[in-house]
């Protein structure tokens, strides 16, 4: 039996190692830190006695390879998908409002149909939808530029666009490569059923996590936890890896899917609240328009809503704008607004800021490559998705069928 090693035991790791294994390999995994999970995963809150997660996850139809391998390892029903997009948002001027497209309509009309029956917006916005749909951005545009050569009406940039923009690329328009951004408006655009979004039903360590390491494990992969990997030696059939202990392992193949940290990296700020009073968001995700919170998740809802502290979390495409307190009571104060109710008090609250959320989508050159070695990690790339737990599968699936490739060469 081939021995592969794989590096890293976030998604992309595991997805590669369940899938060499399900194909009879013999798997190490090695993961640098004490839980598997990487950057999908929870913690426990001692104070509340609960679990949350580093920062709330969407997903949506349009993440194919998610969906099918998920379903492929029987997690299906760990996810709640919307029946048709229903993106509700809301600002301190027209209050809540919602981007619903029929779903008894093909997407192509409902979409445009649904956008001009929003407050300030009107069907003149039709061609410049379609424009985007149609006209691919130039080599290395940002957003922000695309959009205005497209002639795209402000009203459509700043309720659908920047808010997608932030949530899929966690960038802003101003900086964010326009060619992937306009993939992903193509794949999400493209029917109902990729346009609707998804979220874990309960937190990701036991949505996702736990599950798929105990299919990892049922199929003989070995995790080996806190093992850091600092050296890489050996040829294609000869590999030996190091830990920094000075402990080592052989391998005929290695994967690493361990995020190259020398690539551009930008943070995503969580903000947990727990409340006692029975205060719930009207839907389960709500989009802030100039907020502080670029996305409002109710999580108590979306993780069944069980007896206890409220739970509410709000999240920014950047790292914290100010010191906690005032972030947290600036938060408070759209959560009242949004409710019209005074500004909560929370019982309790954590401000998680993941500083290397996301790889940015930049153009990469010269990386070498090891024989023997497949390289994984995360790196987008323009025209291609955006970092997300659609490229993390992906990635995995795609590193475990060259490890195939090479081995029958
Ligand atoms: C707060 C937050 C919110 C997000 N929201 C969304 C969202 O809503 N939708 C979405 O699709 N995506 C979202 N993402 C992105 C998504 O979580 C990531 O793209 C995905 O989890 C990446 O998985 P990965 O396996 O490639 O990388 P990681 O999860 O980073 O896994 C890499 C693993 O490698 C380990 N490692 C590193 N170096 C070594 C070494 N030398 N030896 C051994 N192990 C090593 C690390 O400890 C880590 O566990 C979010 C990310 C964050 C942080």
Not at 119 to 124: E, K, L, N, T, V
Request: aromatic share 6%; glycine share 8%; net charge positive.
């Amino acid at each position: 039996m081939p021995r592969i090693a794989v590096i890293g035991g976030g998604l992309a790791g595991l997805c590669c190692a369940i899938e060499l294994a399900r194909r009879c390999m013999d798997v190490d995994l090695f993961e640098a830190a004490p839980e598997l999970g990487g950057r999908t995963r929870s913690m426990f809150d001692p104070v509340t006695g609960t679990w949350f997660d580093n920062g709330p996850h969407l997903l949506i139809g349009a993440y194919r390879a998610t969906r099918n391998w998920l379903d492929a390892c029987g997690l299906a029903s760990h996810i709640h998908w919307q029946s048709a997009l229903r993106l509700p948002l809301w600002d301190a001027r027209r209050g809540h409002f919602e981007l619903a497209p029929r779903p008894s309509l093909p997407l192509w009309i409902s979409l445009p149909a649904a956008l001009a029956r929003l407050q300030g917006h009107d069907w003149r916005e039709l061609p410049a939808l379609a424009r985007l749909l149609i006209h691919r951005p130039r080599p290395g545009e940002a957003v922000d530029s695309w959009l205005k050569r497209m002639r795209t009406p402000d009203a459509l940039a700043r309720d659908l666009l920047t808010p997608l923009c932030l949530g899929a690329m966690n960038e802003p328009p101003a900086t964010a490569d326009a060619s992937s951004f306009a993939n992903v408006l193509r794949l999400s655009f493209a029917s109902h059923n990729h346009a609707r979004l998804g979220w874990f039903r309960a937190p990701l360590t036991q949505a996702l996590i736990k599950p798929l390491a105990s299919l990892a494990h049922n199929l003989g992969v070995r995790v080996h936890l806190r093992t850091r990997i600092t050296h890489i030696e050996g040829q294609l059939g000869h590999m030996t890896l190091v830990d920094r202990h000075g402990r080592q392992w052989r391998a005929e193949l290695v994967v690493r899917t361990n995020p190259d940290t020398s690539g551009e990296s930008r943070p995503i700020t969580s903000i947990h609240l727990w409340f006692e009073q029975d205060i719930r968001l009207p839907e389960p995700v709500i989009g802030g328009l100039d907020t502080t919170g670029h996305w409002f998740f109710d999580t108590s809802r979306q993780t069944g809503g069980r007896e206890g502290l409220v739970h509410l979390a709000a999240v920014i495409s950047a790292s914290a704008p100010e010191q906690k307190e005032i972030l947290v009571q600036r938060i408070c104060n759209e959560i009242g607004a949004m409710l019209d109710i005074p500004s909560p008090t929370p019982a309790h609250c954590r401000v998680i800021c993941e500083r290397r959320a996301t790889q940015l989508v930049r153009s990469r050159h010269g990386t070498t490559c090891h024989s023997g070695v497949i390289p994984a990690g995360e790196a987008p790339v323009p025209g291609g998705i955006p970092a997300t737990i659609e490229l993390a599968v992906q990635r995995g699936i795609g590193a475990a069928r060259r490890v195939r490739m090479l081995l029958h060469a």
